[in-house]
């Protein structure tokens, strides 16, 4: 599976837009990026997912670099709820793990009043 | 509502005894998935299965097991031989295909004393 790179923490104000990176320089051609968060204690939610073009649905937006070695997930207008630990994944079948999605440690995101 | 249901929320046992946490979902899911995760950790892959009366170990399946007779419920049973079983652990379900999400269930933290 590729492995994804993101920072371990980022700061965002109220109001303002969150723009948390993600590097995916290995990934093929058949691999999806998906976008989790989870919030303490909680289970991950589901927020977005993409293969090469840029998504948007009502939590937020998905940009895909053309050469797809790269994305960014956009929450347009962060509230406090959004403080959470944000995971990008690279989905692909492996034979070793079926269609589960594989998490790395993520980005902590906090949004400060 | 659809969804995805882990029971119980909190557990606890003494060391020693085996304990077997339930993961039900009426989503009409073929694939199913047990996570465990620890503190400022991501999750890791326990078990997976992708149809019904079959299942496949993932990364760290020492001390666990699990079964799948119906479609609708994969539970875990966490047995005496896992040597650090206090841990998080999440149950998910998706389609077998990389075009939709999977869903999480909102966990069971499990204490043994």
């Not at chain 1, 999806?32 to 977005?48: A, D, K």
């Not at chain 2, 079983?85 to 204490?111: D, K």
């Amino acid at each position: 599976d590729a492995k994804t790179t993101q920072p371990p923490s980022m700061d965002c104000a109220e109001g303002r837009a969150a723009n948390l990176p993600c590097n995916h320089s290995t990934i093929s051609g058949n691999e999806y990026v998906y976008w989790y968060r989870q919030i303490h204690s909680q289970g991950p939610q589901y927020i977005i997912h993409g293969l090469k073009n840029n998504e948007t649905n009502e939590m937020a937006s998905l940009i895909i670099t053309e050469d797809r070695k790269s994305s960014t997930l956009i929450l347009p207008h962060a509230t406090l709820r959004d403080t959470a630990v944000y995971y990008c994944i690279v989905r692909a079948f492996n034979s070793n793990s079926g269609y589960a999605l594989n998490f790395g440690k993520g980005t902590s995101l906090l949004v400060t009043p | 509502d659809g969804g995805i249901t882990q029971s119980p929320k909190y557990l606890f046992r003494k060391e020693g005894q085996n304990v077997t946490l339930s993961c039900e979902q009426n989503l009409n899911h073929d694939a199913m998935y047990w996570y465990r995760q620890d503190p400022g950790q991501g999750l890791r892959l326990i078990y997976y299965s992708q149809i019904v009366n079959d299942f496949q170990k993932g990364d760290i399946a020492e001390g666990y097991s699990v079964s799948r007779e119906k479609k609708e419920s994969f539970p875990l049973t966490v047995t005496s031989a896992q040597k650090n079983p206090t841990a998080f652990y999440l149950c998910a379900s998706s389609l077998v295909t990389l075009r939709t999400e999977a869903f999480f269930g909102q966990g069971t933290r499990l204490t043994v004393v």
